[in-house]
């Protein structure tokens, strides 16, 4: 069964870094999306990307953040100046289309630590 | 905006007796409710969901019920097998098609 996949599993930054986070959606899906679960808190919609573009993005989602498909399988969130409180677990998600939310497909997830 | 409160936070099982876990959301026009189980080291999985012109749906073990009027909706589990323990989180999708998760329930299945 095809999956959406991440890494690093873990990674550890320190404050003011820069980190990649990395994904590959299924092959045919054609929305991405990146969440984030702070620990003992929900899971947070971050941003969600079709066509090359963002097509929606939260409050949480501030000028600190981008989002990239650099290639045809590749799907990666950047933190460009990392802070303590961005330490959380991320995790990427794909569907075929948009039209049944309930149907995201989603990564193991990235585990963000910032010291 | 939507908002998704879930409980409880942890529930111990014995092996064989049902589990229930019980979510409330905010927005009457949320219309879609799916629930996710996540496994250790694994993202959420949708394992069933129920639109709002249903009131109970099940697959094998699982069932949802959904009471629009109170703005309920649960999660039973029966016969609870070792494998069943995970974390679950309910979710509702917002009027602009968003996601919004409950904060999981913590499911332990006791030997």
């Known amino acids: 069964e095809p999956e959406v996949t991440q890494t690093p599993s873990h990674q550890v930054t320190q404050m003011g870094q820069e980190v990649i986070l990395r994904c590959v959606p299924i092959s045919n899906h054609l929305y991405f999306y990146w969440y984030r679960q702070i620990l003992g808190q929900k899971v947070e919609f971050l941003v969600s990307f079709y066509n090359n573009e963002i097509s929606e993005k939260s409050e949480i989602f501030d000028d600190q953040f981008s989002v990239e498909r650099p290639d045809g399988s590749n799907f990666t969130l950047k933190i460009r100046s990392t802070k303590l409180e961005d330490s959380a677990m991320y995790f990427c998600?794909?569907?075929?289309?948009?039209?049944?939310?309930?149907?995201?497909?989603f990564g193991p997830g990235t585990r963000l630590t910032v010291t | 905006g939507e908002n998704v409160e879930q409980h409880p936070s942890t529930l111990s099982v014995q092996e064989g007796d049902s589990a229930v876990i019980k979510c409330t959301y905010s927005d009457s026009a949320s219309n879609y409710f799916p629930w996710y189980k996540q496994e250790l080291g694994k993202g959420p999985q949708l394992i069933i969901d129920?639109?709002?012109?249903?009131g109970e749906k099940k697959d094998q073990r699982i069932a949802v019920t959904l009471n629009k009027t109170a703005k309920h909706f649960s999660l039973h589990i029966t016969e609870t097998q070792p494998e069943d323990s995970a974390v679950y989180f309910c979710?509702?999708?917002?009027?602009?098609?968003?996601?919004?998760f409950g904060k999981g329930t913590r499911l332990h299945i006791l030997p």
């Open positions: 979710a509702a999708i917002s009027r602009d098609d968003k996601i919004i």
């Open positions: 129920i639109r709002s012109n249903v």
């Open positions: 998600a794909s569907s075929e289309g948009a039209g049944r939310p309930g149907e995201q497909y």
